[in-house]
């Protein structure tokens, strides 16, 4: 699951312009170069809407990447395993803690393996994937064996002379 002490730290926001407030129920945009990071979640694209909640708390926050680039998510969970994801658009619901990729997606979970797909939905809280295709029809998974213990070393042969 994701590191659960990320969400009780700070978000920081960095890009090229920034147009908006930190007030209830409004939206900020951020364009050029944007990263925002919470711990070890980071996010980066060439656009950002970051909408604030009632509460002023960041909700949600939409990613888009210029032309020919993707927008990107990367966390890192409590076991120190790196998840990372990469589309056209990123929707991060920061309430919940759910990343939707769409676009060109792929998720990568450090270990564990990939999904690759049209859309893809990661829950950063229980690592759940759902994914459809709409180009080919298929959403790709790739799971990798978990990793076997080295056999232990034949025993020496012992020849007495």
């Not at 890009?15 to 170069?33: H, Q």
């Not at 080919?136 to 042969?157: T, Y």
């Amino acid at each position: 699951m994701a590191r659960q002490d990320d969400r009780q730290k700070p978000m920081n926001l960095d890009a090229k312009s920034i147009d908006g407030y930190n007030l209830p129920n409004t939206v900020t945009t951020l364009t050029g170069n944007v990263t925002a990071t919470q711990g070890t979640l980071k996010m980066t694209g060439d656009k950002a809407l970051v909408s604030i909640d009632a509460n002023t708390q960041i909700s949600h926050i939409h990613v888009t990447a210029a032309p020919g680039k993707l927008a990107h998510i990367e966390q890192i969970d409590d076991a120190g395993n790196l998840m990372t994801g990469d589309a056209d658009t990123l929707d991060y619901d920061n309430i919940n803690g759910i990343a939707v990729l769409t676009g060109h997606a792929v998720v990568h979970q450090q270990g564990r393996g990939e999904s690759h797909g049209d859309k893809l939905t990661y829950n950063t809280q229980t690592q759940q994937m759902t994914g459809t295709s709409g180009s080919d029809g298929q959403v790709h998974m790739v799971i990798l064996p978990k990793p076997q213990p080295a056999a232990a070393p034949a025993p020496a042969s012992s020849k007495q002379p």
